[in-house]
Every structure is written in structure tokens, then in C-alpha cells.
């Protein structure tokens, strides 16, 4: 077969493999290889049979990167090549419209995309600041999600920039002058730190809408429902996250005096935010995404842990809508001491809602008196212990409703006298007080600690990190006076407390890199020495700051009022919060949040399709070692991601700073959040990676979230539904969900396993309870552990 090359200019030739390796050997430039012609053949041999009998120059290109892609798990040095060709394609393109970029800036201004201001700047000065050997510092995985998510396009959706003028745009978006420009393009150009993804997509450009995380809380009344849904609109629209407050909706069944009538609950009116989270499309580029926060003691409970369920009426069900409980101390206490639980109508018992700690136990037991008297008209009593472990069924099953601690957020609350903190945000971090009137804001960016390491002296390099923070808090705080508000709420609440959600991402990398295992003693002090580094100096900065452009305006309020804050004054009134950098991290090359590696291969279903995630430090510490190659891959690969088992490993390295995040305990998970709380203002956003045999422990582990201060918990993932999956090696097949560091003899005797239940099952309830449970009839669904572990409909 003559295969036949088009170029670029039109002409054709005939396809020579010669200049084929010649293009692959170019890629090597500057590279340290053991086997450079190893190396080209593999990509060649991969390649060969892909290519058609007629065929562009740029489908060539094309056909090239997705060939060194395929190998990237066999070696970190095909994600070095393979972003080389991706950034060749990229640039060609680019170049291809514009000569520079100040260039593509006037594009950009003159087709819409980019606001005119953004050309006021020393452009010329700007562009000899650009460093194109930054683009050496991303990998495949981050530079793909950058071109596809992030990159400004055309009206015809073709991409307008290269890596670092994306980086410069965002800086240019945020910074002042040209020196805090610079000064921010060379912080996140390094990958030293990111701002968060509604940031990266809009500053500089026409949208300018930067916060991530909004907060509203709805009134009991028709009016406020559908003025917050109209509000929650616009904020999805303009790429933030929501979460709202809804435990002021009257129950069900409570009375509406002026219909003569009875309410419908909220379950109807968290429809219609279903409805519209389903349909409005973040900035384009995603969909939109709303939590509801409701406390436990509110009658609707019940209906409430059933809205993401899979099954049942749809009416009563809400699949794009995330849920979670903000629970009261009172009602784990009585969870705990096995008292019982009482729900109650918000409507008969309004004093509840914004009540906490010894005030809200005061309220709720005087509650309590009056329906037992006969004073109240709806209300409930339950086992307390009971309905907590139906609720934690629920967790296990669909992921929420996630828990987060009502008394911890108002208990640090920094501004008491402005309003309580109503809820959390989406991803449970934020910790800002917000009313009906007030929409809590944040503003989010994170530190990656893993670029702020002294390698020669294992450990921080404490003065760089300083000066990076507070780059940040320049820029954040730079941020909310160029921010685009969707509403007048949301536009008051910042410019009266000026939040900021500094956070951080590389923890777990860190770790390794200091050698320091993830679930030791050792990793928790260092996470309270990072957290407490980084608050001093956030508030050291922000009080400098308050100087020069004055304190959060609020603070100001109370002190001519005669009832100042005890603290000194501040820009901001917030400045710490953990998020949980699922895309950001991504963009850095690096691990999310301060979560510990998910496992050392898997893969991983983002916006950008597929990828295969390979712990690129276990790959460099066994090649010091002699010990990466084909087999020790195929080893790891088959035993889900984990090195735990592989006996030839013994001895040779430290297998504890290599477990997955099933293999570390949930307790130890609890740990490293707990020693990060102690210090951040506002809340860590922590999801909870449960393996299969602690299911049964659900119970002590979030007892044990709460009794150590965390504020917020997010997902709890079993290992059984895990969001990533064990590698195969096709990327488009799916492997089995179990497995991630599981001993493999359990796997084997599974059926035995369930054998083994059944027969258990009989034993204490029956035959008849049992058959109807293994008919799988979605009715006969239990809630009991056991039961469950044997019904094929929960399987």
C-alpha cells in the first residue's frame, strides 16, 4: 500500500517513515534518554498500522501523539513526549493566526471575547515576561484538559492560545499593574499555585465572573423560593457552584393559613432547582452543580435521604442534585447516647433554624415539651441510632446526603454579628455567614505544595511558600473588586466581609517526596505545621492589606458601632478553605487537595475523555532501583494499583508511602483533616474512602469526624463504587470495580463470602424475610446491613 502525505500548503508526497522518526526524534531535544531509537521504534511500531493510505499533515501529527499516548503507563517519559507533541500541535495552530500575543489580545478584544482594558497594559513589557520553557513543566493530562476546558476559543470554537499566554491572560485578568501581573503569571506559570477553574476560564475575558462556591438561603414563603431559584440560575450560569439552605420550608402538611390550605413540603420545590441545575450549562463548558443542605430535624427528613435514589416515584427524586445534612451537636448526642430523635415542623418551631450549640439544645428541648404536650401539630419521634444508620445506608449506597457539623462552622464564626452560617457550599469547605439577604461568595485558589519543596534539606521551603501565599492573597483579594456579581445578594455579601478560600493541593506528593507515610503520626504533625504556616501568614498579609486599602467593611461597621471584633482588622473576614482541586490539580501535575494518591494506576473519566493515572514517583523510585519494567507494571496493573502484596518488593521500598487511599484508614483520613481544621478559618472539604470490610464500621467513623472538630465531610466512597477504575489495558474497556489493594484471596472466595451471609441471614431472621430480600423486588430493599450485603437490587 503507497500511502500518500497532504501538506499543509496542498501539495502531496509520498509517505517516507524516515521523516516520520525524524518528527519523533525531534521530540527527544534536550531529553536524557537510556534508548532514544528503543524509544522512537515503540511509538513508530504503535503507529504504523494506524496510519491511512492518504493522509494530512496535521492528522499525521494527530495520529503521532495518540500513538506515544497509548504508552504512557509503561514510562513517565512518554507523557514528557506526549505533551511535547500535543504543545507542537498547539503552537503550530496559534502561530499559524498570530505572530504575538498582544496580537491575539486585540483578536480577542475586537471579536468580543476579551475585555478592552486588558490592552491598557505595558503589552510589550508583558510578552518579554513570558517564559515558553514553563510549558516543560505540564504534563499530558493537564495540558490536554487545559486545550480543551480552559484555552479561550473563537466564535467557531478554535483555540486563541498557547499554554503561557493563557497564564498571562489570567494574570492580566486580575493584577492591577504590570508588576503584579509578572508577579502572578510567574506564580501560576510555575504551577506554584492555580486559581480555580471559573478563574481560569474568565478572567480577562468579556464573562469576568471569578468566584466558585455561592451560598443562599431560601425563606418560608413562595416569593423567596422562586426569587433564589431565579438567583441560582444566573449563578450556574456564570460557572459557580451552589449550595442553599432549605430547612426554613414549612413540612408537609403544615398549614398555609392564607390558601386555607397545606403545604406540599420542600421536596416539590427542590424540583424545580433539580430542574434547573439539569439544564443550565456552566459558562458552556459544563454542567451546572447545586447542593441542598437541610437539618435533620426537619419533618421532610425522611423523603429527603430518598431524593438520590435510583429507583422509586421520579416525582420524589432529584438524580442532578447533590444533597446534604447540616447537622446540630444535640442530634449527634443523642445519636451517640441513643435518645431519641424528634423532628419538628420549621414553620411551629422557627427558633430551631438559626440556633446552635447550648442555645439550640436549650430551644430544641423546650420543642420537644410542647409536642409532647400537645402544643405543636407535626412532629415525630425516632429512634435516633436507627435513623442514623438508615441514613448512613443512604451515604454508602448513593453518596449523600454528605454530613457536615452545624456547631463547628458557627462556633469559628468570624462575624457573629453579621449573620449565622446558615450551610455549606458545594463541595463543603466554605464557612461564611449568609442570610435570605446575603449570598455567601468565595473566591478560590490553591497553593501546590509539592513546588515548594527544598529538596537538598527534605523539607519546605518555608520562605518561598510565604511569598507565594501571599501572592495569593493579593490576587484573591484584587479578584472580588473586578468580579462579576449575578446578583445584588451576592454583590453585598462580599463587599461587606471580602471572603477569600486560599487552599492547597500536593499534599500527599509532598509527603512522599519528604518521606513521610500518609496514615503515620509524623504526616499529621507536618499537616498542622502547613496549616498553621499558612494562616499566620494569609492574616499577616491581609492585615498589611487592611492598612493600605482598609478592613473588610463590615469589621469597620462594628467598631463605630462601639462593638469591634476581638481580632486585629483585616482586609478579609475569611481567608482558608481546603477545596478539593479535582481539576486544578490535574492542570498542576500533581495530587488533589490534601488527599492521599487514589491508587498508584487507574484511570480516570474527566471533560476531556479517558486517562490512565500512573504514580509517577513509585515509577521513579523503582527505576533508582532497577525494578521498573514490563513484568513489575503487569504486577501492579493486576493487583488493582497497590504494591501491598508484591513480595519482591519487600525490603527495598518504603511500601507504607505508597498506599492507595482504600488501603489508609478512614480514621487516619479523619486525622490529616482534623490537623488541617485546627487551623483553617473556614471548613476542609474531605471525602471519606471507605473499603468494604469497614462498611460495617460507618457508625464510629463519622461519630469519630465529628468528636475530632472537622466541620464538613464530603463523598464517602466504598470500594465497591469507586469513581475510578482498575486499569486495563485498553483505556475503553472497563475493569473490575474491586480490587484496589484488597488481598486477592478475598476476591476469590467472594461467593463464599455471600454464601456465608446468606446462611447467617437465615439463621436471624428467617426464610421467608431472606427469600423475599434475594428476590430482589426493589419494595423489600433493606436497610439492615446484613440483609443488605445479600440483596441483589443494593449489589
Avoid at 403544615?254 to 433539580?274: C, E, M, T, W
Wanted: glycine share 6%; aromatic share 10%.
Amino acid at each position: 500500500m503507497q500511502r500518500i502525505v497532504v501538506k499543509r500548503d496542498g501539495t502531496e508526497e509520498k509517505f517516507q517513515m524516515k521523516k516520520l522518526i525524524n518528527a519523533i526524534f525531534a521530540l527527544f531535544d534536550g531529553m536524557d534518554l537510556p534508548d532514544d531509537w528503543e524509544i522512537a521504534f515503540r511509538i513508530a511500531k504503535e503507529l504504523d498500522l494506524k496510519i491511512p493510505e492518504r493522509v494530512t499533515t496535521e492528522e499525521l501529527d494527530f495520529l503521532v501523539l495518540k500513538a506515544i499516548e497509548q504508552l504512557i503507563p509503561n514510562h513517565y517519559i512518554y507523557d514528557t513526549l506526549a505533551t511535547r507533541q500535543l504543545k507542537k500541535i498547539i503552537n503550530r495552530k496559534i502561530e499559524r493566526r498570530f505572530k504575538s500575543f498582544k496580537e491575539a489580545l486585540e483578536y480577542g478584544v475586537k471579536e468580543g471575547l476579551y475585555k478592552e482594558d486588558i490592552l491598557n497594559f505595558d503589552l510589550n513589557k508583558i510578552e518579554n515576561a513570558i517564559d515558553y520553557s514553563r510549558d516543560d513543566l505540564l504534563d499530558y493530562f493537564g495540558l490536554t484538559t487545559l486545550k480543551d476546558r480552559y484555552f479561550t476559543k473563537d466564535r467557531n470554537g478554535e483555540i486563541i492560545e498557547k499554554p503561557q499566554w493563557f497564564f498571562m491572560r489570567v494574570a492580566l485578568g486580575i493584577g492591577n499593574n504590570e508588576e503584579e501581573v509578572i508577579k502572578i503569571y510567574n506564580k501560576i506559570s510555575k504551577l506554584e499555585y492555580l486559581h480555580s477553574t471559573p478563574t481560569l476560564y474568565n478572567s480577562g475575558t468579556i464573562t469576568h465572573q471569578y468566584s466558585s462556591c455561592y451560598v443562599n438561603v431560601i425563606s418560608d414563603s413562595l416569593e423567596s423560593i422562586m426569587d433564589k431559584a431565579k438567583e441560582t440560575a444566573f449563578l450556574a450560569k456564570y460557572a459557580g457552584g451552589v449550595g442553599t439552605d432549605i430547612t426554613r420550608i414549612r413540612a408537609t402538611g403544615s398549614p398555609i393559613k392564607s390558601l386555607n390550605a397545606k403545604s406540599s413540603g420542600v421536596i416539590p420545590f427542590i424540583k424545580i432547582f433539580d430542574t434547573i441545575v439539569n439544564a443550565i450549562q456552566q459558562g458552556g463548558r459544563r454542567r451546572s452543580s447545586q447542593v441542598m443542605y437541610i437539618q435533620p430535624w426537619h419533618m421532610d427528613i425522611e423523603a429527603f435521604l430518598d431524593l438520590r435514589e435510583t429507583t422509586g416515584n421520579p416525582y420524589f427524586r432529584t438524580p442532578s442534585l447533590n444533597t446534604a445534612l447540616w447537622m446540630p451537636d444535640e442530634i449527634m448526642r443523642r445519636i451517640k447516647e441513643g435518645e431519641p430523635l424528634y423532628l419538628f415542623d420549621p414553620a411551629e418551631c422557627p427558633e430551631l433554624v438559626e440556633s446552635w450549640g447550648e442555645d439550640f439544645a436549650k430551644k430544641y428541648n423546650e420543642c420537644i415539651k410542647k409536642a409532647e404536650s400537645g402544643q405543636l401539630r407535626l412532629w415525630k419521634k425516632l429512634d435516633s441510632r436507627e435513623w442514623f444508620r438508615r441514613y448512613l445506608f443512604k451515604l454508602a449506597k448513593t453518596g449523600h446526603p454528605w454530613l457536615t457539623f452545624k456547631d463547628r462552622h458557627n462556633e469559628n464564626n468570624p462575624c457573629p454579628q453579621y449573620s449565622v452560617i446558615n450551610s455549606s457550599n458545594l463541595c463543603s469547605e466554605i464557612s461564611i455567614p449568609n442570610s435570605p439577604e446575603s449570598t455567601a461568595v468565595c473566591t478560590l485558589a490553591s497553593v501546590n505544595l509539592a513546588k515548594h519543596i527544598d529538596k537538598e534539606k527534605k523539607d519546605i521551603d518555608w520562605d518561598k511558600l510565604k511569598d507565594t501565599i501571599e501572592t495569593m492573597v493579593l490576587a484573591l483579594d484584587n479578584i472580588l473588586d473586578k468580579n462579576f456579581y449575578p446578583s445584588e445578594e451576592s454583590k453585598k455579601n462580599t463587599m461587606d466581609l471580602r471572603p477569600l478560600g486560599i487552599g492547597l493541593m500536593g499534599f500527599a506528593e509532598t509527603l512522599v517526596e519528604l518521606g513521610i507515610a500518609y496514615d503515620s503520626d509524623e504526616a499529621v504533625q507536618f499537616a498542622e505545621k502547613v496549616a498553621k504556616f499558612m494562616r499566620d501568614t494569609a492574616y499577616a498579609k491581609s492585615e498589611e492589606l487592611a492598612k493600605e486599602r482598609g478592613p473588610f467593611p463590615h469589621y469597620e461597621e462594628m467598631k463605630q458601632k462601639g462593638n469591634p471584633y476581638p481580632y486585629p482588622p483585616r482586609r478579609n473576614a475569611v481567608l482558608l478553605a481546603i477545596a478539593p482541586t479535582a481539576s486544578i490539580s490535574i492542570i498542576a501535575g500533581t495530587t488533589s487537595s490534601i488527599d492521599s494518591y487514589f491508587s498508584n494506576v487507574y484511570s480516570r473519566d474527566t471533560l476531556s475523555g479517558k486517562f490512565i493515572v500512573v504514580n509517577k514517583q513509585l515509577m521513579k523510585k523503582l527505576e533508582e532501583l532497577d525494578m521498573w519494567n514490563e513484568e513489575m507494571a503487569e504486577k501492579i496493573k493486576a493487583d488493582g494499583g497497590s504494591i501491598q502484596y508484591i513480595e519482591e518488593l519487600d525490603g527495598k521500598i518504603n511500601k507504607e508511602l505508597f498506599k492507595g487511599a482504600y488501603e489508609i484508614h478512614p480514621k487516619r483520613q479523619i486525622d490529616i483533616a482534623a490537623a488541617f481544621q485546627k487551623y483553617i478559618d473556614q471548613a476542609v472539604s474531605k471525602s471519606i474512602y471507605i473499603e468494604e470490610d469497614l462498611r460495617d464500621d460507618m457508625f464510629d467513623i463519622y461519630m469519630y469526624a465529628w468528636e475530632k472538630g472537622l466541620k464538613s465531610t464530603y463523598y464517602c466512597f466504598i470500594d465497591k463504587t469507586i469513581k475510578g477504575e482498575k486499569y486495563t489495558q485498553k483505556v475503553n474497556k472497563r475493569g473490575t470495580r474491586r480490587g484496589f489493594g484488597l488481598v486477592k484471596e478475598r476476591v476469590k472466595n467472594q461467593e463464599e463470602d455471600i454464601q456465608h451471609l446468606e446462611k447467617m441471614a437465615r439463621e436471624k431472621y428467617g426464610d421467608e424475610v431472606v427469600d423475599k430480600v434475594k428476590s430482589g423486588n426493589i419494595e423489600a430493599c433493606p436497610t439492615d446491613p446484613l440483609l443488605n450485603k445479600i440483596c441483589p437490587s443494593c449489589e
